[in-house]
């Protein structure tokens, strides 16, 4: 039994990081990486190293412009997204899995913080940016994580094409 708690509080533990890594901020929605960690997408770049910009709008309809987007493996890619809605809205990057489960995670838990390199909050009529090297080819995804965004489609597709 005492292994049990002491295990049940060691995993909630665990957990709090990324929870509490997320809340309500509307500070400026530009991510800076707290650290470059290797993630199936990608990981996160170097401005000095970006040899593309592509702007992405959010809006109240629930939907990303464009929803899909290619780039090739190795390219490190400025995201740059404005929010034309009145709602705030996010962009966070991964696979449908992350993505999905991520959501689920908002949820429960709807004032999460961001501050990971693969993520951005865009208060209404703001911009944000993902700086990110996309050095693993393959179908991801980004998606709008906030309570019923994600649910009402607000996601995109990112082909990244072998070199």
């Not at 090739?72 to 449908?96: A, F, P």
């Not at 961001?114 to 693993?136: C, L, Y």
Request: hydrophobic content about 40%; glycine content about 10%.
């Amino acid at each position: 039994m005492k292994f049990m708690k002491t295990f049940t509080f060691v995993a909630v533990l665990a957990m709090a990081g990324p929870i509490l890594a997320h809340g309500n901020s509307t500070t400026p929605a530009t991510t800076a990486p707290t650290r470059a960690d290797q993630t199936e997408w990608g990981i996160a770049g170097s401005p000095g190293k970006v040899r593309r910009t592509i702007a992405l709008h959010m809006t109240d309809a629930m939907r990303f412009k464009p929803d899909r987007i290619e780039v090739r493996e190795g390219d490190t890619v400025r995201l740059q997204v404005s929010n034309r809605g009145r709602l705030l809205h996010e962009i966070v990057l991964g696979t449908q899995q992350t993505l999905a489960a991520h959501a689920g995670l908002m949820k429960k838990y709807p004032s999460m913080e961001h501050d990971e390199a693969h993520m951005a909050h865009v208060s209404s009529g703001r911009q944000g940016e993902i700086v990110w090297t996309f050095n693993r080819a393959g179908e991801f995804a980004y998606a709008c994580l906030i309570p019923g965004h994600f649910e009402a489609g607000m996601v995109g597709t990112i082909v990244v094409r072998p070199r």
